[in-house]
């Protein structure tokens, strides 16, 4: 096994000699973070590492050592609440193989806010890296070596502080209006604050069309007999596993409707949006017999969902309801 002083000379030789990798030889860019945020929410950013090199990379301390994360930290200098000055957060990836591929790509991912931040402005890096080892692994064949830590070009966000009914969210709930702990409280007492958003994902929502096609659910959904099967359903404000208290399905289709369109109308760009808001808000439309709404809110997934997958699903009920004749061809 080499001695530290005799791998610090092979590292000077490699360089001498060309082999070992710089930092230039991959690329890192933040490409979408949200330019301002509200405290308490989370900020999601994402970045894209990339083999620029031309070549193969053998990472010097194997796959357990390589990185990829955000460090994030005040403009001003000042620590962080409930964090350290610099944090990470993101993937950190063991890689088996351990060397990157000439047209290696990697999508970094992650949210950068700890709690309860304080409001400002905040600076945002995006990072790879490969830590040096006492005892390094055998080394992958690539055409080089590398080690090191690469940073993207820093970009500020601005936390704010929390308006209105926002404000009223924020500081009744001890600063943390996300937590699951309250998620019946605030949807009943703020439903149109941004942080609602985070809670509806916990509502109860047995109304579901059993098909294999979209002609299949969209003809259930819009069916007038559809409710008719089932005119009561669980609570779906309700935490109970027996004995849940029962209401009116319709009544809970419109209740949802209102609430869901209400929201989006005030939060348009809330992140869960394209994941589940507007898919539960389109299928209540149907069931409400409002397929023109129905139709729009399927629209707007078609042109907006990035799955791919989910906006294509989006286009074929939007065929369906064409051809059952719910919406002008």
Same mark, same amino acid.
């Not at 082999?19 to 999601?44: F, N, Q, T």
């Not at 610099?86 to 290696?104: F, Y």
């Given at each position: 096994?080499?001695?530290?002083?005799?791998?610090?000379?092979?590292?000077?030789?490699?360089?001498?000699?060309?082999?070992?990798?710089?930092?230039?030889?991959?690329?890192?860019?933040?490409?979408?973070?949200?330019?301002?945020?509200?405290?308490?929410?989370?900020?999601?950013?994402?970045?894209?590492?990339?083999?620029?090199?031309?070549?193969?990379?053998?990472?010097?301390?194997?796959?357990?050592?390589?990185?990829?994360?955000?460090?994030?930290?005040?403009?001003?200098?000042?620590?962080?609440?409930?964090?350290?000055?610099?944090?990470?957060?993101?993937?950190?990836?063991?890689?088996?193989?351990?060397?990157?591929?000439?047209?290696?790509?990697?999508?970094?991912?992650?949210?950068?806010?700890?709690?309860?931040?304080?409001?400002?402005?905040?600076?945002?890096?995006?990072?790879?890296?490969?830590?040096?080892?006492?005892?390094?692994?055998?080394?992958?064949?690539?055409?080089?070596?590398?080690?090191?830590?690469?940073?993207?070009?820093?970009?500020?966000?601005?936390?704010?502080?929390?308006?209105?009914?926002?404000?009223?969210?924020?500081?009744?709930?001890?600063?943390?209006?996300?937590?699951?702990?309250?998620?019946?409280?605030?949807?009943?007492?703020?439903?149109?604050?941004?942080?609602?958003?985070?809670?509806?994902?916990?509502?109860?929502?047995?109304?579901?069309?059993?098909?294999?096609?979209?002609?299949?659910?969209?003809?259930?959904?819009?069916?007038?007999?559809?409710?008719?099967?089932?005119?009561?359903?669980?609570?779906?404000?309700?935490?109970?596993?027996?004995?849940?208290?029962?209401?009116?399905?319709?009544?809970?289709?419109?209740?949802?409707?209102?609430? *869901? &369109?209400?929201?989006?109308?005030?939060? +348009? @760009?809330?992140?869960?949006? /394209?994941?589940?808001? $507007?898919?539960?808000? #389109?299928?209540?439309?149907?069931?409400?017999?409002?397929?023109?709404?129905?139709?729009?809110? *399927? &629209?707007?997934?078609?042109?907006?969902? +990035? @799955?791919?997958?989910?906006? /294509?699903?989006?286009? $074929?009920?939007?065929? #369906?309801?064409?051809?059952?004749?719910?919406?002008?061809?």
């Amino acid at each position: 096994m080499l001695s530290k002083t005799s791998r610090y000379v092979l590292t000077l030789l490699l360089l001498s000699l060309g082999v070992l990798a710089s930092a230039g030889d991959i690329d890192v860019k933040i490409v979408d973070y949200p330019r301002e945020a509200i405290k308490g929410i989370p900020v999601e950013v994402s970045a894209v590492a990339t083999n620029v090199s031309g070549k193969s990379l053998a990472l010097a301390c194997g796959g357990a050592s390589f990185k990829l994360g955000f460090n994030i930290r005040r403009a001003d200098g000042k620590p962080r609440n409930m964090c350290p000055y610099e944090s990470t957060a993101g993937n950190h990836l063991n890689l088996e193989p351990i060397v990157l591929a000439r047209d290696w790509k990697q999508t970094i991912g992650g949210e950068v806010n700890c709690g309860d931040e304080a409001s400002g402005e905040m600076i945002l890096e995006a990072f790879v890296s490969v830590k040096s080892c006492a005892n390094p692994p055998t080394v992958g064949h690539g055409d080089k070596t590398w080690e090191g830590e690469v940073k993207s070009k820093p970009v500020r966000l601005v936390i704010a502080e929390p308006q209105g009914v926002d404000k009223e969210a924020y500081e009744a709930y001890k600063h943390s209006p996300i937590s699951r702990d309250h998620w019946q409280d605030i949807l009943r007492r703020f439903p149109t604050s941004v942080y609602a958003g985070y809670h509806f994902k916990y509502l109860h929502w047995n109304l579901r069309a059993q098909g294999s096609s979209a002609d299949e659910v969209v003809a259930q959904l819009s069916s007038p007999d559809f409710l008719k099967r089932f005119p009561e359903i669980e609570d779906p404000y309700s935490d109970a596993t027996a004995n849940v208290p029962m209401v009116s399905a319709r009544q809970a289709v419109k209740d949802r409707i209102k609430l *869901f &369109s209400d929201y989006l109308r005030l939060h +348009p @760009d809330f992140p869960g949006r /394209a994941e589940y808001l $507007e898919w539960w808000l #389109a299928e209540a439309y149907l069931m409400d017999g409002r397929y023109q709404e129905a139709f729009e809110s *399927f &629209s707007w997934l078609a042109k907006n969902d +990035p @799955d791919k997958r989910r906006s /294509a699903v989006a286009s $074929e009920y939007m065929s #369906a309801m064409k051809r059952k004749g719910l919406v002008a061809p």
